[in-house]
């Protein structure tokens, strides 16, 4: 779940917080959006479907998605007992639980992502873009840095990535796209951070190879 805190308090301890949404699993990404005070998330979907539950190669690699989501007071996303399948739209009851891949069961009416990614890509950071030297198409949308994934085999890892989100009028479109990747492979950047500086460059943290990336636009 997530969480809310005072943040003008120290020594703080869980009974002293407020549980603000559940049903979340490893929602390691989350930024407040600009000008709205809204709370959003991307977290890591569940992983193994394919070597303990006899979900086929493809199904364990494509699934469940990364979720990208708005988080609201009181939001259930279905976590443990749930998962969002992507291709369907819609969540699904996990295996442990009786779920066979199609049965929703318990899982109606539990929260839903905005944006269902790829399964297994990891999400690290989100950064909302206020800044203006990228041009109004990227202003409003969100950065997504993607650490990549350890467990699609025998098909191929993917996630390796920074993807831009973006939005109109306050909410996501529904589209994605790749902004950063590696000129060294597929699978040589594990981005772990993501920022927009105060001159609305972006920059791009890199686990694996301990570097920090700016990137600008050029005029």
């Given at each position: 779940g997530v969480w809310r805190f005072s943040a003008s308090r120290a020594r703080q301890?869980?009974?002293?917080?407020?549980?603000?949404?559940?049903?979340?699993?490893?929602?390691?990404?989350?930024?407040?959006?600009?000008?709205?005070?809204?709370?959003?998330?991307a977290m890591h979907g569940r992983d193994q479907l394919g070597q303990n539950w006899?979900?086929?190669?493809?199904?364990?690699?494509?699934?469940?998605?990364?979720?990208?989501?708005?988080?609201?007071?009181?939001?259930?996303?279905?976590?443990?007992?749930?998962?969002?399948?992507?291709?369907?739209?819609?969540?699904?009851?996990?295996?442990?639980?009786?779920?066979?891949?199609?049965?929703?069961?318990?899982?109606?009416?539990?929260?839903?992502?905005?944006?269902?990614?790829?399964?297994?890509?990891?999400?690290?950071?989100?950064?909302?873009?206020?800044?203006?030297?990228?041009?109004?198409?990227?202003?409003?949308?969100?950065?997504?840095?993607?650490?990549?994934?350890?467990?699609?085999a025998p098909l191929s890892q993917e996630g390796y990535r920074v993807d831009f989100?973006?939005?109109?009028?306050?909410?996501?479109?529904?589209?994605?796209?790749?902004?950063?990747?590696?000129?060294?492979?597929?699978?040589?950047?594990?981005?772990?951070?993501?920022?927009?500086?105060?001159?609305?460059?972006?920059?791009?943290?890199?686990?694996?190879?301990?570097?920090?990336?700016?990137?600008?636009?050029?005029?």
């Open positions: 301890r869980e009974a002293d917080g407020t549980r603000y949404a559940t049903g979340l699993r490893n929602a390691e990404a989350l930024a407040v959006q600009p000008g709205t005070g809204a709370l959003f998330a006899g979900f086929s190669d493809e199904q364990n690699a494509e699934l469940p998605a990364e979720e990208f989501m708005r988080v609201r007071p009181g939001d259930d996303f279905g976590w443990p007992y749930c998962y969002y399948d992507q291709r369907q739209g819609k969540n699904v009851l996990a295996p442990e639980y009786g779920g066979d891949g199609r049965a929703v069961g318990r899982c109606a009416g539990k929260a839903t992502p905005l944006i269902g990614f790829p399964g297994h890509w990891a999400p690290m950071a989100i950064a909302f873009y206020d800044g203006t030297r990228f041009g109004p198409r990227y202003q409003g949308g969100a950065f997504v840095a993607f650490h990549g994934s350890w467990n699609r989100v973006p939005f109109r009028d306050g909410t996501p479109t529904g589209q994605y796209e790749t902004f950063a990747a590696s000129q060294d492979g597929p699978t040589a950047l594990r981005a772990s951070g993501v920022a927009v500086g105060a001159d609305g460059s972006l920059y791009i943290a890199g686990e694996n190879s301990g570097t920090i990336w700016r990137v600008m636009a050029l005029r």
